[in-house]
């Protein structure tokens, strides 16, 4: 039995599913196999917040459509608690905390519907204070249950023709500041217009770390030619949106850079 076996098992076993969508690689992966085997018995649900660019929510809503899922779009308040926006290096967990709450109740209602998330078992050698959350909401995650790794799913969801196959990596905007460093609608903003015009100019896997006054831009090793031959033009626009400085990290996209800085103590 190969793992998308597995995991069609896996999702027979559940009277029905609330899916904590992004519109990204694994949820999307998920929320198609589990509408293949619940059908009707699937909900999946995209929180929109200041943290969530509205270019992701179109595609999530475009994929939803496409392939006939149930599909609901919340609004949550991440922003009312103070933990989440002195973001300390455990932000996520707090965030992750006031999504899934409501999820959970957006699940109860339904019945015995189960809470189930997209996590995969790489996401087991990050730091994820977040995945934390939804384990102590009763959240399940089925392809870590499969044993499905991220490359998996990748290939999986080719074989499948799955739009989001080689989509580029995406964490929240909030993952782009620097722990300890305040956390406003009008810094996510900020990023948010960084890049996606960054991403205009055809560059694919883009982070823009926002240690103001200085934007860090993080993109594909292999773009790192494409971005300096842009410098000039990339220069100017992150001026006009507002930052003073701007660089081009030598090293490349790294997913979760800004967890380099944390002590294991920090991280346990």
């Not at 694994?26 to 009707?40: I, R």
């Not at 870590?144 to 799913?153: L, N």
């Not at 009008?186 to 560059?203: H, P, Q, S």
Request: glycine share 6%; aromatic share 8%; hydrophobic share 40%.
């Amino acid at each position: 039995m190969n793992k998308l076996e597995q995991l069609k098992e896996i999702l027979k076993t559940l009277p029905g599913a609330v899916i904590a969508y992004s519109g990204g690689v694994d949820s999307t992966f998920l929320a198609v196999v589990a509408h293949e085997v619940l059908g009707e018995r699937v909900l999946a649900v995209t929180a929109v917040s200041p943290t969530y660019p509205e270019k992701q929510l179109r595609e999530a809503e475009e994929w939803a459509r496409r392939y006939g899922i149930n599909h609901a779009v919340i609004k949550t308040n991440e922003f009312d608690e103070p933990n989440f926006t002195a973001n300390p290096p455990e932000r996520c967990y707090y965030c992750k905390l006031a999504l899934f709450r409501e999820l959970k109740q957006i699940a109860a209602a339904k019945g015995d519907w189960v809470l189930l998330d997209g996590a995969n078992s790489d996401d087991l050698s990050d730091y994820r204070p977040g995945h934390r959350a939804a384990q102590e909401l009763g959240a399940r995650s089925p392809l870590q249950e499969a044993g499905f790794t991220k490359q998996e799913i990748r290939e999986f969801s080719k074989a499948m023709s799955l739009p989001t196959w080689d989509k580029p990596a995406y964490a929240c905007l909030a993952s782009r500041v620097p722990y300890g460093a305040e956390i406003t609608p009008e810094v996510l903003k900020r990023i948010e217009l960084a890049e996606d015009f960054l991403t205009a100019l055809g560059l694919v896997q883009v982070r823009v770390r926002d240690h103001f006054p200085l934007a860090r831009i993080e993109v594909g090793k292999d773009e790192l030619g494409l971005a300096w031959d842009n410098r000039e033009a990339i220069s100017r626009k992150l001026h006009e949106i507002g930052y003073p400085y701007v660089t081009l990290d030598l090293d490349g996209f790294r997913s979760g850079s800004m967890n380099e800085v944390l002590t294991s103590k920090q991280s346990n």
